[in-house]
Structure formats: structure tokens, C-alpha cells
């Protein structure tokens, strides 16, 4: 039976630019891959457009050429049309051939997402058990309408089945099966460290066990579960083995627990492994013994989600974060080398053109490394998504709008300003940010390499083509 692990393509209309900076490898299918690849008669392959960025007519030919019996396809809500339009694709070239879909947005939107007649099964949650649960049953030929996260339809009507337990024992999950995508199709986002060397995407951990009024909660919902350190390190010296030298780890929050932090690097530490690694960390996570011994254990990168300069604002989203915290975060990564990337969000309910003023101004005096001014999008599985859906004001025919960086205003604002003055706001900061002598002067001087002075100008080029991109989009007919 041959199944095929498929990553669709944003639309052309929210491809952002932080997708032309860099693209990593998806994790969730190479972990399914890792979890199925031991059932007897299953062969596997891997079809990812988010990195080959393939036409329908040109993956239509490797579709009829892998003439796959299976086709599970990830789903994220910026990627639902994209998604649709591949499992017609495959519909229309095998007929018979079983369409399976998965990810965020089915998580948080199962009925929705299954709404597509090209569609026969979703997965919600945690994907492992149940797609190979599934996989099992099709084999065999038995009824899978028993299967605890599967979506299904049954008589025209959709039937969404209850979920399963988390899985505790994350460490049991086999190290995902990267070698069905071709690792030189991906790359760093432009915002971290330059690099020439082979690089990839870690999880350490699953879930978040913070609130933030704007996360998706559709997948793990606020259970956190993190691997052993030990775990981790064995599969870092396995990606060492096989040449990579950095790697970014992906995790909603690397930095949840002290203690599992310092062992882990001590643990690195220790073996003397030579890889690279950059993270995403909370700034009420660090002090000054932790930052440390991140440095010596080769962290190159943190990424802080800042995502208000008004201590208000901060309250009214949960963020569980001060100013003040942000500022020493940022300092203690300045005094030991390590790179800061500080994101914020314009457009949260209750922002004003002052509060988003205050957003900036903090950008500015915090003078991290890179910043990133996202609007906001209220995500599926979100809290903001929630109360609109209450209020009958989400739109679903604009999903392909659903980025922080996409070429249109989003599709809809929660606060003050309008959609456009949103996306003006963003443009502004960016500009702001970026451009100022002092930060292009330093940029300059940090320069070692020929490497390096071409991140530097790359990215200066991604930013202003964001900057101009919508001046040249047309908005799509309702």
C-alpha cells in the first residue's frame, strides 16, 4: 500500500515573506512517516509544494507517477484552498485512491475542512496513533469508524469522534523520518544565523502551557509535554552523524523549564557536540545562569514573542510577560553573544493607533537583532477565533488571508483600526525598524564573511519587497 505524505503550497496571494526567507522541513509528516514506516506492506514517499513550489499540473505528474493508494495532507489555515485543490488533484487522477487530511486548522475546523467532497478522513490532535490506526484498518479492509481523532463521513453527514488521550511517553515517538523530503529544498528563515551548512527543524517538546489570547490551541490545547534531554541529544548527534550543523527548534517554548534546560546543556556540553542551535523562549524563562549555559552549549538564536509594548495590552492577551522582562532577556542575550529575534502584533482587541505607537517604541528601545511586526489573524483554536465565531463574524471564504505577513490586509481587524490601516501600521514598523542608520551601520560592522553580507543583504531585500508587494495586488471580487 503505498501512502504519500503531502505538504501543500501557500496560496499566491498570503505567501509571505518570511516563507521566501526560509523553509523548514515538516516536521508533523515526518514524524507520521517515522510512526507507520514499520506496518507491514506500507511504502512510503514524500511530496512537499510548500518547498518545491510545484503548479497543480506539474505535482499532477508526480502524483501519476506515485499513483499513491493513500495521500495524507497537512493542513495549516493559510493552505486550505491550496490543500482542497490537491486532494481534487488526486481524486481526479485516482479515483479511487483514499485522501486524508490533518493538521491545525482540521484540528481546530474538522466539519469545515472535510467540507471538500475530495476529502475522506481527517485526523485531530495528535496525529501518530490514529493515522496508524487508520492506515491499519484500510488494509485490512475493517470499518475505522471506531478510531478515537478521526474525522469522518458517513450518509452525507460529517462525524467528528472523540479524542484520545495525549501521548505521554513522547520519547517512545520515533525521531521523524526526514529522508522522505529533500533536505536541500530547505533553509533557515533569513532572520537567523547565516549559515552555509545542511540544517534542519527540531520539536523538544509539545504544546504550551501559557494562555496567549492569540495561539492556537487546536492541537494539544495547554498540555505541555516535553521529551527527555537525553532524548534530544540523541537525536542532535544523529543529525550531527548525517552532516547537519544547526538546527532551529521549533518548539512553542523551548525554555519552559530551568532545570531541564540546564541539563540539557550540560548534557551537550559534555559530548562536545559541534551543531548550532537557535530557539524560540519566553522572557520571564531566563536569568542570567540559564543564558549562560545556553552559550556554552552553541545557542546562537532566541526568539521572544514581545508582542505588545503596553503593559495593558500584555494583560488583556495573557501574555504572563513584563516590559521589564523583555528588556533583560534581550540584555543578558546581548552580554553573551547570543542573537535576539523580537516578534510583535499589531491589532490585538483593545489596541489604538497610541497603544500600537507604544509597540513600536518599545521595538526601537529594545534594538534587538531582527524584529518581526506581524497583524494580527485570529487563528483557529484560538480564543479571539472563538468569541468572533460567537459573534458570527468570521468570513471562511478568505483563509488564504490567515498570515501575519500575507500580501493583503487581513481579513478582518478586532480593533480600532481598519484592516488596511493594520497592514499600513506593520509596513511602518518594519521601515522604521530596519532602516534607521544606526541599526544598518551596526548590521555592517558585525559582516565576517561574504556569507554574511549576502543574509544581510537578502534580507534587506524580503523586507522591502514586502514593504511593495500589495501595491501591486489586486483584492480579490466577494
Not at 57 to 69: C, H, L, M, N, S
Amino acid at each position: 500500500m503505498k501512502v504519500l505524505l503531502a505538504c501543500p503550497n501557500d496560496s499566491e496571494l498570503a505567501a509571505s515573506f518570511s516563507e521566501k526567507g526560509g523553509v523548514s522541513v515538516p516536521l508533523g509528516l515526518s514524524y507520521l512517516g517515522a510512526y507507520v514506516q514499520d506496518i507491514p506492506g506500507i511504502e512510503l514517499a514524500g511530496l512537499d509544494n510548500n518547498a518545491l513550489k510545484l503548479k497543480p499540473e506539474q505535482y499532477r505528474e508526480v502524483i501519476a507517477r506515485e499513483a499513491p493508494d493513500i495521500v495524507a495532507i497537512s493542513v495549516m489555515t493559510a493552505t486550505v484552498s491550496t490543500a482542497w485543490e490537491m486532494a481534487r488533484v488526486v481524486k481526479g487522477i485516482h479515483p479511487h485512491a483514499i485522501v486524508v487530511v490533518g493538521g491545525v486548522h482540521c484540528s481546530a475546523l474538522p466539519e469545515s475542512t472535510l467540507a471538500e467532497p475530495s476529502i475522506d478522513y481527517g485526523v485531530v490532535g495528535e496525529g501518530e496513533e490514529a493515522f496508524r490506526e487508520l492506515l491499519i484498518a484500510l488494509r485490512e479492509k475493517k470499518d475505522p469508524s471506531g478510531i478515537l481523532n478521526l474525522v469522518y463521513r458517513r450518509d452525507g453527514k460529517i462525524h467528528v469522534n472523540p479524542r484520545r488521550p495525549p501521548i505521554l511517553e513522547i520519547d517512545k515517538i520515533p525521531f521523524p523520518k526526514r529522508d522522505l523530503f529533500d533536505p536541500s529544498k530547505y533553509g533557515m528563515n533569513v532572520n537567523r544565523r547565516a549559515t552555509s551548512g545542511k540544517n534542519t527543524a527540531m520539536l523538544t517538546s509539545r504544546g504550551c502551557p501559557y494562555g496567549c489570547v492569540f495561539c492556537s490551541k487546536s492541537i494539544y490545547g495547554r498540555h505541555f509535554n516535553q521529551r527527555s534531554p537525553k532524548n534530544v541529544i540523541e537525536e542532535m548527534r544523529l543529525l550531527e552523524g548525517e552532516g547537519y550543523s544547526e538546527v532551529l527548534i521549533v518548539d512553542d517554548t523551548f525554555t519552559v523549564h530551568k532545570k531541564w534546560i540546564l541539563e540539557f546543556c550540560a548534557l551537550f556540553s559534555e559530548l562536545k557536540l559541534n551543531m548550532r542551535w537557535n530557539c524560540h523562549a519566553r522572557v520571564n524563562t531566563l536569568d542570567e545562569e540559564t543564558v549562560s549555559a545556553m552559550k556554552r552549549a552553541h545557542c546562537t538564536g532566541m526568539a521572544f514573542g514581545i508582542e505588545s509594548g503596553n503593559p495593558e495590552m500584555l494583560k488583556k492577551i495573557d501574555k504572563g510577560i513584563t516590559l521589564d522582562q523583555a528588556r533583560e532577556a534581550v540584555r543578558l542575550c546581548r552580554k553573551y553573544g547570543i542573537s535576539t529575534l523580537c516578534s510583535y502584533i499589531f491589532g490585538h482587541p483593545g489596541d489604538t493607533r497610541q497603544t500600537m505607537n507604544d509597540t513600536l517604541r518599545v521595538a526601537l528601545e529594545l534594538d534587538s537583532d531582527y524584529a518581526n511586526f506581524c497583524a494580527l489573524v485570529p487563528m483557529p483554536g484560538s480564543k479571539i477565533f472563538e468569541d468572533l465565531m460567537k459573534k458570527g463574524l468570521i468570513d471562511e471564504s478568505h483563509w488564504d488571508r490567515y498570515l501575519g505577513h500575507a500580501k493583503l490586509a487581513p481579513a478582518i481587524s478586532v480593533c480600532e483600526l481598519t484592516p488596511e490601516e493594520l497592514q499600513a501600521a506593520q509596513k511602518r514598523a518594519f521601515w522604521r525598524f530596519y532602516f534607521r542608520p544606526r541599526y544598518i551601520g551596526r548590521k555592517l560592522l558585525c559582516v565576517r564573511s561574504p556569507a554574511a553580507l549576502f543574509g544581510m543583504i537578502r534580507g534587506a531585500y524580503l523586507i522591502v519587497l514586502f514593504l511593495l508587494q500589495s501595491l501591486f495586488e489586486k483584492r480579490p471580487k466577494d
